[in-house]
Nanobody, 126 residues
Framework: VQLVESGGGLVQAGGSLNLSCVVSGLHVTMLNMAWFRQGAGKEREFIAS????????YYGDSMKGRFTASRDSAKNTVYLQTDSLKVDDTAVYYC????????????????????WGQGTQVTVSS
């Protein structure tokens, strides 16, 4: 499984970006997918996950409202719409995937995911 993120860039505070993660090697409906981010000097942080099959979407507690995860099965791609961006949202955003079942309460744990993309940088200026 290979994951390739794109869509990051430089944006002013209050702006939006739509991040993409193109999946190859397996169909996205057979994968549990997730988005994480890591700011400079910070731990990697869970944003959202999309379950395999008929998707359920889960969000990190501090991520609800401004981040929206979605999946396009026809394009084998998952997306993360980021709105009302703040300077503190500056980070590298990663897409991750797992071929294993994951309990809902564990969807936010990095160790559940076997495959990771290279990340896409999001920089929010004030």
């Amino acid at each position: 499984v290979q994951l390739v993120e794109s869509g990051g860039g430089l944006v002013q505070a209050g702006g939006s970006l739509n991040l993409s993660c193109v999946v190859s090697g397996l169909h996205v409906t057979m994968l549990n997918m997730a988005w994480f981010r890591q700011g400079a000097g910070k731990e990697r942080e869970f944003i959202a996950s999309i379950t395999w099959g008929t998707p359920n979407i889960y969000y990190g507690d501090s991520m609800k409202g401004r981040f929206t995860a979605s999946r396009d099965s026809a394009k084998n791609t998952v997306y993360l719409q980021t709105d009302s961006l703040k300077v503190d949202d500056t980070a590298v955003y990663y897409c991750a995937a797992s071929t294993s079942g994951i309990l809902p309460q564990a969807m936010g744990l990095q160790r559940q995911y076997h495959y990771w993309g290279q990340g896409t940088q999001v920089t929010v200026s004030s």
